[in-house]
């Protein structure tokens, strides 16, 4: 059982941190960018996804988004007056192959990239670029069934070949999948990310392809990019049984199997975690001769996405694993429902540490969602956004006096934008958006963000 108590550690400063420590913020290519028909952009499966009633809590879709495709200098220069060294984004794969795959890329989508990525360099802010954050072609979910498919590991590759080929001159930090779980498992098995498919053995199979996909772009990405960082960018959480006793214990082992093994036992060379593969029985995926090999490919680091810690009880019927995620009653949450959880960032890490001992971890993401107060002079109240971020960077600080090798942190995100199934619903912004006139205002949490990195 957990209380999920916070580190005492108030105020913390910029200064706790080592002077070359990553200061980001991050942001996707289908939650901002908008322009899904410029440029020579092809369908993703989210395009796609967005269309169907009721798949959206609003009824929206990322058709305009925050309009960063046309608004990025703008964005840019709030990055720059944040006051933060790098910017995590990431290229959406539609731009650069319409139809997935093809003779040759799109130009018109590489240009744009090489224009933001410029915009980056003149900003002083080092490119962080995520290949797969979520927006599949359509195309190639029609083809072939999209990542259930190895012929997607293939046009992954070929996707990835051509990126770093154009842009690798000058972003030197690549991460090839963000949070593989959520594209297996909320995309083909819980169905309400797309392409909504509702099928367990699916996800699994799903899963092994991204996870096989991101161990043979590694080399692809060093061969083409001299100075190349690689890494992957994991959604992990410290999972804590609802009680003492041995079945729910049990079943809290079987969640962390599924949801933080299932992933760092494979990219740590240990193969799929042996005790959830005997309870998978035969919904365990079909891995070829070689993957194994190919998955544990060496990586420069672990990319952490860090929200909230799960409590778990044994479930029987429920699911192949026969776990339940319960709610603690009392506990401080997000708007969203999220467990709030500073001290659940420092047991991830150092759990992690202990575990797999990657060379360096960044939190590639960390942030908050609430209910912001709009004052009557335009500013924007929150809070509880900015005590979270300031309860989450003492966690990071804490992480790193236990020994953790933490390098760099990135706050989600930028900019209020697109959220997924939620629509535009859940702001995470550090800059609010109006989506009515795509105005952006700092928030106070921004503000504070700006002020701790002034020093
Ligand atoms: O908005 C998402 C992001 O795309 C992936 N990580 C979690 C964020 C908040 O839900």
Known sequence: MTTFASPELPGIRRSDFPPDFRWGC???????????????????????????????????????????????????DLARDLGVNAYRFSIAWP?????????????????????????MLERGLEPWATL?????????????????????????????????????????????????????????????????????RTALQVCHHLLLSHGLAVPQIRANVAGAQVGITLSLHPIFPASDSLADQAAAMRHDGSRNRWFLDPLYGRHYPADVVARLGDLAPIVQRGDFEAMAAPTDFLGVNYYFPEVVADAPGHGPLATQVVEQPGVERTAFGWPVSPQGMVDLLTRIQRDWAPARVYLTENGSTYDDVVLPDGRIEDTQRRSYLERHLAAARQARDAGVPLEGYFAWSLLDNFEWAEGYVRRFGLTHVDYTTQRRTLKASGRWYAGFLAG
């Not at 169907?52 to 960063?68: E, F, K, L, M, Q």
């Not at 003779?103 to 018109?108: F, H, L, T, V, Y």
């Not at 979520?134 to 997607?152: F, I």
């Open 26 to 76: 991050s942001t996707s290519s289908y939650q901002i960018e908008g322009a899904i028909h410029e440029g020579g952009r092809g369908e993703s499966i989210w395009d796609r996804f967005c269309r169907t009633p009721r798949h959206i809590r609003d009824g929206s879709s990322g058709a305009v988004a925050c309009d960063h495709y046309h608004r990025w200098p703008q964005d840019l």
């Open 132 to 200: 797969y954050h979520w927006d599949l072609p359509q195309a190639l979910q029609e083809a072939h069934g999209g990542w259930a498919s190895r012929d997607t590991v293939a046009a992954f590759l070929e996707y990835t070949d051509a990126v770093t080929r154009r842009l690798g001159d000058r972003i030197k930090h690549w991460i090839t999948h963000n949070e593989p779980w959520c594209t297996a498992f909320l995309g083909h098995h819980e169905g309400n990310h797309a392409p909504g498919i509702m099928n367990y």
């Open 95 to 119: 731009r650069v192959f319409p139809q997935g795959r093809g003779e040759r890329p799109n130009e018109a989508g590489l240009a744009f990239y090489d224009r933001l990525v410029d915009g």
